[in-house]
């Protein structure tokens, strides 16, 4: 046999045991329980989503979901352990825009979204909704705009603290509309929320949870949310693009990830699992009622949309200061 015969002889059997091996991972996957690392306590709304799909793909992968909870480091414990787990799809990890903003801003990270994780598929997004104190006088986003331009600087907006989501999410807005507002972090949207109510601030970015009482009562005023879908409780409430300012989408989401490295049928097989767990009836009976709204997407479209909120969170951590 000759040197040409033999190299493509050897290259045949190379590409046959590669799709034999991807062909019993597959079938194998999984065979024995698989984790969902979360990187915040139990109760939270990644740790809620996750039991959610959690139940839902215990009964169509035919093994058990456990879901962990491993708070701290704004997700970042949780996170490191997945980047290190092996790669056969049994550990995963409930990635959320919290991780996306942390990887801007903090320069000690262990790990890299993009380089150490696979992703397998959307999971859901919270609401972050403008409110404003009735003593603004705003009746709409663009009122608001326009009274925040003829005072530069002197509105003051409430979040749930520095770096967060609801923070990043007020200086996006400026980016966006232009204007010049004094940011006010809490250590959470209660505390935010009571002097929002009190007027010491003007407005707040909040998870939709904890201001949606307050404005029923007609304590708030709601402008807008940002997700990029009017949500089935508040359906008169526009999204920000519908209220005049493009390209402003903050909800808090969330995505499961993988181990980069992670057979590419072994992920396949869980985003089937977790997109029929989403589109399942009691996922959104689940989630609406808290303004959370399913997502559908897999893991290319999950790729994409973990790379545009990349550029869009670095722009919004380089606006507020906090780029790393």
Do not use: C
């Not at 320069?107 to 404003?132: C, G, M, S």
């Not at 989501?165 to 507002?181: C, I």
């Not at 972090?185 to 949606?212: C, H, N, Q, W």
């Amino acid at each position: 046999m000759g040197p040409i015969r033999t190299v493509a002889l050897f290259a045949a059997v190379a590409a046959a045991l590669v799709s034999a091996s991807a062909a019993s991972a597959q079938g194998d996957f999984p065979n024995r329980p698989v984790r969902i690392i979360v990187g915040f306590p139990p109760g939270s709304s990644a740790d809620i989503a996750a039991r959610v799909i959690g139940s839902h793909m215990t009964k169509s992968l035919g093994q058990q979901v456990i879901v962990e909870s491993k708070p701290g480091a704004a997700s970042s414990i949780a996170a490191a352990e997945v980047a290190r787990a092996e790669k056969d799809g049994h550990t995963l990890f409930m990635l959320s825009s919290a991780n996306i903003i942390n990887e801007q801003i903090n320069p000690k990270l262990t790990f890299n979204i993009a380089r150490d994780f696979a992703p397998v598929a959307k999971v859901n997004t919270t609401a972050i909704i403008l409110a404003v104190h009735p003593s603004v006088g705003a009746d709409d986003v663009k009122s608001l705009v326009a009274i925040a331009k003829s005072k530069p600087g002197e509105l003051n907006y409430a979040s749930t603290g520095a770096g967060t989501v609801p923070h990043l999410s007020g200086e996006l807005f400026a980016v966006r509309t232009g204007v010049k507002m004094l940011h006010v972090p809490y250590k959470g949207s209660p505390e935010a929320a009571t002097d929002l109510l009190a007027g010491r601030v003007a407005m707040i970015f909040s998870p939709a949870s904890a201001v949606i009482p307050h404005a029923k009562a007609g304590k708030l005023k709601l402008l807008a949310t940002g997700t990029g879908v009017r949500l089935g409780i508040l359906p008169d409430l526009p999204t920000m693009a519908e209220a005049g300012v493009p390209d402003f989408e903050t909800a808090i989401w969330f995505g499961l990830v993988a181990p980069a490295g992670t057979p590419r049928p072994v992920i396949d097989k869980l985003s089937k699992a977790v997109m029929a767990a989403t589109a399942a009836p009691e996922a959104a009976k689940a989630w609406e009622p808290q303004g959370i709204l399913p997502l559908q997407g897999g893991p290319d479209d999950l790729a994409k949309y973990i790379a545009s909120e990349t550029k869009r969170w670095g722009e919004a951590a380089t606006a507020a200061g906090l780029k790393k």
